[in-house]
């Protein structure tokens, strides 16, 4: 018969299915705060840059007390630069810190610093979140999809939200490019920790060496 396409995603998950919320020490709730740490992480991921760094980065911001928009704009450009710098965010630091920086006013001005108001505004529309989100600075398409993908586990009008870097990984893997389908092979596996899963093999030609070996 050949292949076992369950197994190689079941595999996949089993070894790679941390979202990058959890790997950044968010604990992702329907919660102002944790909301706007995956803003942030969005933000980072976004960039043409590893995603260890983009985590390691979220982090250190974290660490320096910047977990919320109030204390982002309040904190000193520099103060922002300093902790991506701790993170090893080098390369797109000085505009990052301005553009985290504006967010956070975006956020508190708008919809007064709780990203659950943006949700209420685009009133369960998935397009309209998407679109709302990349009104701030920095977040495109690509952060906003990685933002929806993770926030789906606790915005479910969003799931399943397998977006064209997961659909990457899969054509990758050699599997149907197909959310359906993805999902059943997933069988009950949260969609959000199958886009994760689906990602890291998108960006890591080993992950998907390594699932595919195993499944063999």
Same mark, same amino acid.
């Given at each position: 018969?050949?292949? +076992?396409?369950?197994?190689?995603?079941?595999?996949?998950?089993?070894?790679?299915?941390?979202?990058?919320?959890?790997?950044?020490?968010?604990?992702?709730?329907?919660?102002? /705060? $944790?909301?706007?740490?995956?803003?942030?992480?969005?933000?980072?991921?976004?960039?043409?840059?590893?995603?260890?760094?983009?985590?390691?980065?979220?982090?250190?911001?974290?660490?320096?007390?910047?977990?919320?928009?109030?204390?982002?704009?309040?904190?000193?450009?520099?103060?922002?630069?300093?902790?991506?710098?701790?993170?090893?965010?080098?390369?797109?630091?000085?505009?990052?810190?301005? /553009?985290?920086?504006?967010?956070?006013?975006?956020?508190?001005?708008?919809?007064?610093?709780?990203?659950?108001?943006?949700?209420?505004?685009?009133?369960?529309?998935?397009?309209?979140?998407?679109?709302?989100?990349?009104?701030?600075?920095?977040?495109?398409?690509?952060?906003? +999809?990685?933002?929806?993908?993770?926030?789906?586990?606790?915005? $479910?009008?969003?799931? $399943?939200?397998?977006?064209?870097?997961?659909?990457?990984?899969?054509?990758?893997?050699?599997?149907?490019?197909?959310?359906?389908?993805?999902?059943?092979?997933?069988?009950?596996?949260?969609?959000?920790?199958?886009?994760?899963?689906?990602?890291?093999?998108?960006?890591?030609?080993?992950?998907?060496?390594?699932?595919?070996?195993?499944?063999?």
């Amino acid at each position: 018969m050949g292949r +076992d396409d369950r197994r190689i995603v079941g595999d996949l998950v089993g070894a790679h299915g941390q979202t990058y919320a959890d790997e950044a020490g968010i604990r992702l709730k329907d919660t102002p /705060q $944790p909301l706007y740490r995956l803003l942030v992480l969005a933000h980072l991921l976004s960039a043409r840059i590893s995603a260890s760094v983009a985590v390691a980065a979220a982090r250190a911001l974290s660490e320096a007390g910047l977990r919320d928009p109030r204390r982002m704009a309040g904190a000193e450009w520099q103060e922002r630069v300093d902790a991506l710098g701790r993170g090893g965010y080098r390369r797109y630091d000085e505009r990052t810190a301005t /553009q985290l920086g504006e967010g956070a006013e975006l956020l508190t001005e708008r919809w007064g610093g709780d990203l659950r108001k943006l949700r209420d505004e685009a009133d369960g529309d998935v397009s309209q979140e998407r679109r709302l989100l990349q009104e701030f600075p920095g977040v495109g398409p690509t952060g906003a +999809d990685i933002f929806l993908r993770e926030a789906q586990l606790v915005w $479910p009008e969003a799931a $399943p939200y397998l977006d064209r870097k997961a659909l990457q990984g899969a054509r990758r893997l050699g599997l149907p490019d197909d959310a359906d389908r993805l999902l059943s092979l997933a069988g009950k596996t949260e969609p959000a920790v199958l886009a994760a899963a689906l990602v890291r093999a998108a960006v890591d030609k080993d992950v998907a060496e390594d699932a595919l070996h195993h499944a063999a």
